[in-house]
């Protein structure tokens, strides 16, 4: 295989303005149109420039409290979960992981939903500032909880047996599921509720609240990882070359698994599980590109963010006035996927693996 | 210059390395021969700080393995295991660049850059550079393993010397490439480097090391020039056969007939 010859910077630059454009469509796009003429109005309005234009008000607001900030979240938990994905990968190093498969996701849901649900009734999640920070901490308790249970039993001598990790991943996933279903179950919360908002997430509550949480967390946690990606790299040639590397292996996995639970979990407690995203977004870029973790630390966090703002603007569009939860969206797109490299993997096993 | 001091590493009632010590020269080509099981691995494992023994000390250049940082010693020992993976594709040049992983932070220099290119050219693995290593041949991958570990180890320490450690790394090999890769190690030592490499083939052993130490047991049973070691006895001690050991005017090595 011919890897592309297009260097990294094109593809940074390209995904970037590609962000940026789909950011301009979706904050234009819903029940109430905006032109792009109102948005760079609202924006200048909001920097406080002077201009002559009339301004609807109802429009604006609409643009500011529900549209602004659901795409920015939008971007922010579809760079998480697509970085994700890629430092799971890695860590794993199989190109099927992602955080809804092995449990990160549900297990961060389940932790969400414990102080959602039971929180309330008690009354400890008040609208405080530290009450809005025990729902991440407890979902990053339960994603944490998932993510080591699953690559505990599935390492066997150092070696993660991919059969077993899709298996546990599963069982961890159904007691997951199953807890949070029990808890919207007893819940009187009518969004705690609804068992969808859980399962297949939705960005309908997004607000600004919601955007720096998730941004506090995601946006160190991406660069941060970007340090960690010569040892990842390093990690494909197994464990024991990458400590010849110099590399601390045991040192590195921790960090990445607390890294990556914390991402899963910030966008998890705030959006629901959202499947595949992780999953898809490395997986173009190594096709497109290359394996270089580096390159796929920062291009699935520009990636992942048009592809879940894509997502929501399919499911904010396709039967409105209603909406879709995303996580049905990203399901019927990404589950072809997944198969698809399945297929890809067991025909490349004969030609010298993946993508060969 | 590596020293092994009376190694010991046991797994469970096993002992696999009964105290084995051995010193290995900067400069010199050594090679660890021995039957199947008599440890020669676990002492590269060991070598290499992949495994921790139950007992003994090894060091590089005087000061003990598990005094200095993994980091640090990475900048001048390489070390290769006998069956290397790659979970996904990378390019040929982005393989042998991993070899400069110790020496940058987050990005390569011009210089890394410049070594990674020579290393590629001094294995041959330069006209291939930019296919995806999972579509080389055996062979080919060899050689762009042995580029990365020589890419690692390209420039002379400030002080102290450079270290090679290599697992069996003709196993996978035809004859031409077993000689071809054999003969860059024996220069890559010429060029002031301690080279140990396991090798099965005692021929081969016998034609390329400067020094042989042979494990049986766990214990090192011998060990010396190949001239001084090589004889029927040892491989009756070592492999149970009985061989006959030819000298000609057209060899300056001994050979093993079985």
Redesign the interface.
């Known amino acids: ?3 592309s010859r297009f260097s990294f910077r094109f593809y940074y630059t390209a995904l970037g303005l590609l962000l940026l454009l789909s950011m301009v469509v979706a904050v234009g796009t819903g029940a109430l149109d905006i032109t792009a003429r109102q948005i760079v109005l609202y924006l200048l309005d909001g920097l406080g420039v002077h201009h002559d234009a009339a301004i609807n008000t109802l429009q604006r607001n609409v643009f500011f409290e529900i549209r602004v900030p659901r795409v920015i979240l939008c971007a922010l938990v579809g760079a998480g979960l697509s970085v994700s994905g890629a430092l799971m ?2 860590l794993f ?3 099927i992981v992602e955080p809804g498969l092995i449990g990160t996701s549900s297990g961060a849901a389940l932790g969400a939903a414990l102080v959602f649900v039971l929180g309330k009734s008690f009354g400890v999640v008040a609208d405080t500032f530290i009450g809005a920070l025990i729902l991440p901490f407890f979902a990053f308790a339960g994603g944490l909880a998932a993510t080591l249970s699953v690559y505990r039993i599935a390492t066997i001598g150092g070696k993660v047996a991919v059969a077993t990790m899709l298996l546990v991943g599963i069982a961890i996933n159904a007691v997951a599921a199953g807890g949070t279903g029990f808890l919207s179950y007893i819940a009187r919360d009518p969004q705690a509720r609804s068992i969808t908002f859980w399962n297949l997430g939705t960005f309908s509550g997004a607000d600004w609240k919601a955007c720096i949480i998730v941004a506090v967390v995601t946006i160190p946690a991406v660069l941060i990882a ?2 960690y990606s ?1 040892g990842l ?6 464990e ?2 990458a ?6 292996t045991e040192k590195l996995k921790i960090r990445i698994i607390l890294l990556n639970t914390l991402v899963v979990a910030a966008g998890t407690s705030m959006v629901g599980v959202i499947g595949f995203v992780g999953l898809i977004v490395p997986h173009l870029l ?1 096709m497109v590109k ?3 973790n580096r390159f796929l630390i920062i291009g699935s966090s520009l990636l992942g963010g048009i592809v879940m703002i894509l997502a929501d603007m399919v499911a904010r569009l396709v039967i409105a006035p209603a909406e879709l939860p995303i996580g049905i969206v990203t399901a019927v797109v990404g589950a072809p996927v997944f198969i698809w490299i399945l297929i890809g993997n067991k025909r490349s096993r004969h ?6 | 210059m590596l020293e092994v001091d009376s190694i010991r590493y046991t797994v469970g009632d096993a002992t696999i390395l009964d105290g084995v010590s051995a010193r290995f020269d900067a400069g010199c080509l050594s090679m660890i021969i021995g039957p199947n099981g008599s440890g020669k691995s676990t002492l590269m ?1 060991i070598a ?3 495994i921790l023994p139950s007992s003994g000390d090894i060091r590089y250049g005087g000061r003990s393995l598990y005094a200095q ?7 001048f ?5 006998q069956n ?8 040929v040049e ?2 042998v660049m ?2 400069r ?2 020496h940058f932070a ?1 990005k390569p220099s011009a210089a890394d850059r410049d070594i990674c290119e020579r290393a590629m050219a001094r294995l041959g693995v330069d006209r291939f550079r ?1 296919r ?1 290593y ?3 041949s055996g062979g080919e991958r060899q050689m762009v393993q042995v580029a990365r ?1 020589l890419a ?1 180890i390209w420039e002379s320490p400030a002080s102290g010397s450079r270290y090679l450690l290599l697992d069996e790394p003709t196993s996978f090999l035809d004859i031409n490439h077993q000689h071809h890769l054999l003969g860059i190690l024996r220069s890559i030592a010429d060029d002031d480097v301690a080279v140990i490499v396991v090798i099965h083939d005692v021929n081969l052993a016998s034609q390329y090391a400067d020094r042989i130490v042979a494990l049986h047991d766990g214990k090192n049973v011998a060990e010396g020039r190949p001239s001084d070691v090589i004889n029927p006895e040892l491989f009756f001690l070592l492999y149970g056969m009985r061989g006959k050991m030819v000298r000609s005017d057209d060899l300056d090595f001994p050979m093993m007939i079985f």
């Open positions: 295989m011919r890897l990968q890695a190093r199989n190109p970007l340090r010569k790299n390093a990690l494909l040639l197994g024991a070359e400590g010849y590397l110099g590399i601390d190594r290359s394996s270089d030609l010298g693996g993946f993508y060969a | 494992k290499a700080h992949e940082e993994r980091a640090d010693v990475a900048r020992r390489a070390a290769l295991s290397v993976d790659l979970a996904f594709p990378l390019t982005e393989v991993m070899g992983y110790p987050l930019e995806n999972l579509t080389l570990v690692q």
